[in-house]
């Protein structure tokens, strides 16, 4: 082409590029990305202004320059933290790897419990022992001993009340939680520390699956052989270290999977000690309230909701009030968790739950106390078995003694007095139908002064010797000379015995003697019919005790407990014949009809004639009637009886009976402190006096069993001791024993 035409040279396409090179896409002159979607040309970008590339410009970026820079430190840093990077990575490395090692025995520990898991109907009655039911003389229920089971209930069967109250109280998520409850265990360790105490001490943040699981014992049974007593298999299954933690969760988590929510809170409810020898919530409810479980109001529940933290506390047969105050707190958590309205709550908390009057009783007192010790104690307090024993106990005549106890004390003895009483009510056959062994009458476990205490029974004991005299034919128009008298005790030289009066009364007939409880006469009785004759009848009416050996014995230098005492005072009432007190009229098992026991005590055999026991009848209703014991009579019912005063009025005694029942009563100090101003014909007698008037009412008075002796046909005695009806068995043999004292003592 010419030059100067202004035209380019036409150049050829290059259709190759260089060996290897990539051939670049094309695309449309002024579309590119946006053409491809639009297919319109890519807007122009607006020109930027020269001062705002002039600023832009400015500072330019030099990157050598800040690697020179940054270079160094990152190298440092990075030498310094390769390690770490490294411990980190390996620890990880490690971690996930044992936390995948730990579930996975973790996983196999609990599927091995898991298999291991009975039927639910196989743990709901946990008891080592079994329990005794008691019933009065009528059939009703007045006490209860041993691990009292009152049988099963379930979460679907019990009072809602009691349901919501135990999860408001022991676990507020426990139909959330899988068995354990991270939140509650952290809240416990922080506790825990906050008081001072170790993480694991003290608060326990346990579920309520986590408590069945302890009072499952992590499914272990007791065994003798592995466990010395049962204290001792509990006081492992509470431990509470670290291993046994796991293990509990370990167990928790297996019930979790093995057993519903319901079916555990049923297993808690009917494992859980509540108080009393109660386990589970039936045997609770029956015991403190007298209804069964599915029965129970907010307030009753709340009450036993609130034992399960701390049972024999808590429980509402040692402090009411207590009790009370905490069932008012479990009240105000349920209005909080929604389970009670606020008028609900505001009702319950004014009228809190009161105990039935069985609980009252506290498991039945003294009476009952006994009645478990007159029993083999495999049917007792050792008994595996469920057992039911109906005693003599008549809960109207109870009641009478104890509000006798009361009345005497709160108006005849002096405030702050420390003095003691016991009271006994029996049958004439020895059936025991009320005992009080001290003045706290609601009490269980304690010393009782009516069966335990033996004491010295001073002239209480005089009837013996006089039933003795009369056995042997004496009259008790018979006389004897009170005078002074005294006889030489070996070992212990003179012994010289004196009246109460410091007086003498002449000659006087026996019943003269009984009735004024005059001490010449006793003696001088014991003497002539024989001491071991004494001590035989006494022991065969019952006073099994090692009685004195000396002349004294007829003074009631001997120990006997009220019981015996009392015992003995109704074979004189029954017409001579022996009683052996008892208070078991039949022993069962409670799913059996047929008894395993019957009466264990009674009427035995003959110790003197019954015409001789009802002349003593006719002369001890003298001492009540003109005597010692006046202060003992019952309006419109005629009473028989003897006072008995101990040396330096230890022990003051009065024992009586009308022809319904025998009643006794001891007063004095457990350590032998000398009562002031007290004998037996005075404040025991009038505690007796109560007792029989309480007893007696409402029934028709009866005549006692007494003879009244025959006038005596010989004015002149044979001896100047004492006269005498003519001839009778035995009397013979008492002519030859004065006859012997008289030249031995030379007394007349």
């Known amino acids: 082409m010419a030059q100067g035409s202004g035209r380019r040279p036409l150049v050829a396409d290059k259709r190759y590029g260089r060996p290897g090179a990539k051939k670049r896409a094309t695309k449309p002159k002024g579309r590119g990305f946006w053409g491809l979607f639009t297919g319109k040309p890519k807007p122009k970008r607006k020109a930027k202004s020269a001062s705002t590339k002039t600023a832009t410009r400015a500072k330019p970026r030099n990157p050598t320059r800040r690697k020179k820079a940054q270079g160094p430190v990152r190298g440092l840093l990075g030498l310094i933290l390769a390690p770490f990077r490294w411990i980190l990575r390996l620890i990880w490395s490690f971690s996930w790897r044992i936390g995948m090692i730990g579930c996975a025995l973790v996983g196999l520990a609990v599927g091995f419990q898991y298999l291991k898991l009975p039927e639910v109907s196989t743990l709901l009655d946990g008891r080592a022992r079994g329990s005794v039911t008691l019933l009065d003389h009528e059939g009703k229920v007045f006490a209860w001993?041993?691990?009292?089971?009152?049988?099963?209930?379930?979460?679907?069967?019990?009072?809602?009340?009691?349901?919501?109250?135990?999860?408001?109280?022991?676990d507020k998520r426990f139909y959330r939680h899988f068995g354990l409850s991270p939140r509650g265990i952290a809240s416990a360790v922080r506790i825990n520390l906050r008081e001072g105490r170790g993480p694991l001490s003290g608060h326990g943040g346990s579920t309520i699956t986590q408590q069945t699981a302890k009072l499952l014992c992590l499914g272990r049974v007791y065994d003798p052989a592995e466990w010395d007593s049962e204290a001792a298999y509990e006081r492992d299954c509470r431990q509470g270290s670290l291993w046994r933690k796991g293990t509990e969760a370990i167990f928790a988590l297996a019930m979790e999977l093995k057993y519903t929510?319901?079916?555990?809170?049923?297993?808690?409810?009917?494992?859980?000690?509540?108080?009393?020898?109660?386990?589970?919530?039936?045997?609770?409810?029956?015991?403190?309230?007298?209804?069964?479980?599915?029965?129970?109001?907010?307030?009753?529940?709340?009450?036993?909701?609130?034992?399960?933290?701390?049972?024999?506390?808590?429980?509402?047969?040692?402090?009411?009030?207590?009790?009370?105050?905490?069932?008012?707190?479990?009240?105000?958590?349920?209005?909080?968790?929604?389970?009670?309205?606020?008028?609900?709550?505001?009702?319950?908390?004014?009228?809190?739950?009161?105990?039935?009057?069985?609980?009252?009783a506290r498991a039945g007192g003294y009476f009952a106390d006994w009645v478990m010790d007159t029993i083999p104690s495999y049917f007792g307090d050792q008994t595996t078995e469920d057992v039911v024993i109906r005693t003599t106990l008549d809960q109207r005549l109870q009641a009478a003694a104890e509000e006798a106890m009361t009345y005497i004390f709160e108006n005849k003895v002096r405030q702050g007095s420390k003095a003691q009483a016991a009271i006994v009510v029996m049958s004439a056959d020895g059936a025991v139908r009320a005992m009080v062994g001290g003045r706290k009458t609601r009490v269980s476990g304690v010393f009782n002064r009516a069966t335990q205490a033996k004491r010295q029974t001073g002239s209480a004991f005089k009837p013996f010797v006089y039933a003795t005299a009369l056995e042997l034919g004496y009259s008790p128009l018979d006389v004897v000379l009170d005078a002074?008298?005294?006889?030489?005790?070996?070992?212990?030289?003179?012994?010289?015995?004196?009246?109460?009066?410091?007086?003498?009364?002449?000659?006087?007939?026996?019943?003269?003697?009984?009735?004024?409880?005059?001490?010449?006469?006793?003696?001088?009785?014991?003497?002539?019919?024989?001491?071991d004759l004494v001590r035989r009848v006494a022991g065969d009416f019952g006073i099994d005790n090692e009685m004195a050996e000396g002349p004294a014995l007829a003074l009631g230098a001997s120990e006997s407990t009220l019981l015996e005492m009392s015992g003995a005072y109704a074979g004189i009432l029954n017409g001579g014949s022996s009683v052996t007190p008892y208070g078991v009229s039949e022993l069962r098992l409670v799913a059996d009809d047929v008894p395993l026991m019957g009466r264990s005590g009674g009427m035995g055999e003959r110790v003197i004639r019954p015409q001789a026991a009802q002349q003593l009848v006719w002369m001890m209703e003298k001492v009540i009637s003109g005597g010692t014991g006046q202060r003992a009579q019952i309006p419109s019912w005629q009473a028989a009886g003897k006072s008995g005063t101990t040396s330096a009025a230890k022990d003051a005694w009065f024992i009586g009976f009308t022809a319904d029942y025998v009643a006794g009563v001891w007063m004095g100090y457990d350590d032998n402190t000398p009562l002031s101003g007290v004998t037996g014909g005075g404040l025991p007698a009038e505690i007796w006096r109560e007792t029989m008037v309480r007893v007696h009412k409402g029934l028709t008075p009866?005549?006692?069993?007494?003879?009244?002796?025959?006038?005596?046909?010989?004015?002149?005695?044979?001896?100047?001791?004492?006269?005498?009806?003519?001839?009778?068995?035995?009397?013979?043999?008492?002519?030859?024993?004065?006859?012997?004292?008289?030249?031995?003592?030379?007394?007349?």
């Open 261 to 360: 929510k319901d079916e555990i809170l049923s297993i808690y409810m009917n494992r859980a000690y509540m108080g009393g020898g109660a386990y589970g919530a039936e045997a609770a409810a029956q015991r403190y309230f007298g209804k069964s479980a599915n029965q129970l109001n907010a307030s009753e529940a709340a009450m036993l909701a609130g034992l399960l933290t701390a049972p024999s506390t808590m429980a509402p047969t040692n402090n009411l009030q207590r009790s009370q105050d905490r069932a008012a707190t479990v009240l105000r958590l349920m209005q909080e968790q929604g389970y009670l309205s606020a008028p609900e709550t505001k009702t319950a908390q004014a009228n809190p739950a009161e105990l039935s009057q069985a609980a009252e």
């Open 145 to 170: 001993r041993g691990d009292q089971f009152g049988g099963v209930v379930t979460a679907d069967t019990v009072s809602p009340h009691l349901k919501n109250a135990i999860v408001a109280t022991e």
């Open 702 to 748: 009866k005549p006692l069993p007494m003879t009244e002796p025959a006038p005596l046909q010989q004015p002149t005695p044979p001896e100047p001791n004492r006269r005498r009806n003519g001839p009778k068995p035995g009397q013979e043999l008492g002519r030859v024993l004065d006859g012997v004292l008289r030249e031995i003592f030379g007394q007349n």
């Open 484 to 531: 002074p008298y005294c006889l030489d005790v070996p070992g212990s030289g003179e012994w010289c015995p004196k009246n109460y009066t410091r007086k003498y009364y002449g000659e006087v007939p026996l019943f003269q003697a009984l009735r004024d409880s005059l001490n010449i006469p006793a003696v001088k009785l014991s003497e002539a019919v024989g001491r």
